[in-house]
């Protein structure tokens, strides 16, 4: 593996994930047997091989490199990876790659992010977007009470706005490996903005609100769900700074403690296969799953990509006039939108900061957030996950799918969307979705297979929302680089929303090297070399 040796190698900060490689295999393989074929293959390399799932049979694996900082060396990475497949026998070998830019509408820093925000505007009434999804007439029909949600983020803290909302038991912190999942506010720039605190108090935050959007006591802000509980889970530092490394291990986990909803309002352009393989799991144990679209990518990040196979939710954001919100993810993937620019939620950035804060804030985040606490309403509805399972099972199809059934049904697209398809079909209304009859007989989706499907065909159904002549020219035979192409689709899409505000492009995400393993593969294929901008 001579590329090994073009990486550079240093002693990591304690809060950064080293580079980390997921292999996946066509069969089960012990994480003994992995250990040791990179073990021969990397002789006296620093290098640690662990099973996602079973370390006694398992297709996915991770290999982790701790004196390795994937930040700016992409393109080395990519070429390493690929080096790494045929020797070690696996069918693909993709890097895990950290996300630099999903959170940066919630650490506060509008003039450096400022092409990931919007003008704030705290003039609106704390649960002004209450009324627009019809929550307080669904409360007539169930708070929540009842509903687990696990929140998969950067843990909770102390705050007034989670009073009697969080569920210890259960909780978990996969970054520090502990049962406590509070934030810990890591150190160092733009790190921690205490974003799981704010998803929790969306979701469920205690009190009540009025159709004139109004809320009442205990706190300022009213979850959507105001009886639900949350289990938070801690998997992330940061959703400014992120990797996908412990997100499936974190849905195993919410799915072990019998969750009803996952909210996941978090993303990047990395695919992880084991993440997919871990949202199919969980589908298939009656899990219902909401995503975030994502804010500076325009396109549908990672995992909320997955929804268009049938395992989770993809959820764009909403202006308070129900157009867009200039900077949400949007594409075919998505299922739906909700409010996500002024949106009110528990505010605390740092360990210091005082319980009591609230802000009106903007991204994806809110809108997944509003909408995870409104499966939870649905899951009440109906008795809870093994009930609405029960259910699923006899139609032949899942709860996730008979939770999109219901949230679509009757869901026309607003006027305010000029005619556009790419954020959903329509606006999420409480009230509506837990009217909905359940699906039954041919109205019922087919259950998704159970397996990940090859990061190839996870290449070809992205590109295909971008520029279907280069989704066409994609063959069996790039496989090998369907992880690069990937991940520089994204990158030339937030280049463009970067270009499309005040410039600063290169200051903020300079631009990305091919490998010239890919040059050479986009030679006979104009369409996608200039969607990578190869030159």
Request: charged fraction near 20%.
């Amino acid at each position: 593996m001579k590329d090994y040796d073009t990486l550079t190698r240093s002693t990591l900060p304690q809060d950064r994930d080293p580079l980390v490689i997921e292999l996946v295999f066509d069969t089960p393989q012990s994480q003994v047997s992995v250990q040791d074929r990179v073990s021969v293959s990397l002789p006296g390399a620093d290098v640690q091989a662990q099973a996602v799932f079973d370390a006694d049979a398992d297709r996915f694996h991770f290999i982790s490199f701790p004196d390795i900082d994937p930040h700016g060396q992409e393109p080395q990475i990519f070429a390493f990876a690929r080096s790494m497949r045929v020797p070690l026998k696996a069918a693909e070998a993709n890097p895990v790659l950290p996300d630099s830019l999903y959170g940066a509408a919630h650490v506060g820093n509008e003039s450096l992010f400022a092409f990931c925000e919007t003008p704030r505007d705290s003039s609106l009434p704390f649960g002004w977007h209450h009324p627009r999804v019809k929550t307080p007439l669904a409360w007539a029909q169930t708070r929540g009470r009842g509903s687990k949600v696990a929140v998969i983020d950067t843990g909770y803290t102390d705050h007034n706005e989670l009073h009697d909302v969080i569920e210890t038991r259960g909780q978990w912190n996969f970054v520090e490996n502990d049962d406590d999942a509070r934030d810990r506010f890591s150190g160092g720039f733009l790190k921690n903005p205490g974003h799981g605190t704010l998803v929790a108090s969306v979701i469920a935050s205690r009190g009540s609100a009025d159709m004139n959007g109004n809320t009442s006591a205990p706190g300022g802000v009213t979850g959507t769900a105001p009886e639900a509980k949350v289990l938070p889970i801690r998997a992330i530092r940061s959703v400014v700074d992120m990797t996908q490394r412990r997100i499936p291990a974190a849905i195993t986990h919410a799915v072990g403690q019998k969750a009803d909803v996952i909210v996941m309002a978090l993303g990047g352009p990395t695919r992880v296969a084991s993440t997919e393989q871990a949202l199919r799991d969980a589908v298939a144990a009656g899990t219902v799953i909401v995503c975030a679209a994502g804010n500076c990518y325009p396109s549908v990040v990672f995992p909320a990509a997955y929804a268009a196979m049938g395992i989770c939710t993809a959820v764009a954001a909403l202006q308070p006039d129900k157009r867009p919100w200039l900077k949400t993810g949007h594409g075919p993937e998505v299922s739906f939108a909700a409010y996500g620019e002024h949106v009110w939620g528990a505010a605390k950035n740092n360990a210091s900061d005082p319980d009591a804060g609230i802000r009106a804030s903007q991204g994806t985040t809110l809108a997944t957030s509003m909408i995870g606490g409104i499966a939870a309403l649905w899951v009440a509805s109906h008795g809870g996950r093994d009930a609405l399972r029960i259910k699923a099972q006899a139609a032949g199809t899942t709860v996730q799918a008979m939770w999109v059934h219901c949230a679509t049904h009757s869901m026309s697209r607003p006027a305010e969307w000029g005619g556009a398809s790419n954020l959903g079909a329509g606006i999420i209304d409480a009230l509506a979705v837990l009217d909905a009859p359940l699906p039954t007989g041919a109205e019922s989706p087919a259950a998704p297979g159970p397996d990940a499907t090859s990061t190839l065909n996870v290449l070809v159904t992205h590109l295909a929302g971008q520029d279907i002549i280069a989704a066409a020219e994609v063959t069996p035979e790039m496989s090998e680089y369907a992880s690069e192409i990937l991940w520089l689709s994204f990158r030339r899409g937030a280049r463009a929303r970067i270009s499309e505000s005040e410039g600063g492009t290169e200051a903020i995400l300079g631009e990305d090297s091919i490998t010239f393993g890919l040059q050479s593969a986009l030679s006979d294929k104009p369409a996608l070399g200039a969607l990578l901008g190869a030159g």
